[in-house]
């Protein structure tokens, strides 16, 4: 199984009004840390989220975290 792209190795601090988000899994999409579609052909989908309330997040951007598409550290052992 191909790992994704690392996009960055820092998470991307957003602020996401209420709605569906749709995070990039493959690493590939250029309007990070969110999907654009370039998944298409990989084994990688984007993983989508619902957000309640406005609130800030940090979102994984190294693709390697284990509770996406949150940030959780693990770019800082890439
Ligand atoms: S950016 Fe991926 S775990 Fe922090």
Redesign the pocket.
Known sequence: MNKPLIA?????KVTLKPGTFAWCACGRSSTQPFCDGSHKGTQFTPVFFKIAEEREA????????K?SP???????T?
């Open positions: 960055a190795r820092v998470p991307a940090w979102l994984c951007q190294c693709k390697q975290t509770n949150y940030c959780d550290g693990t770019h800082k890439l």
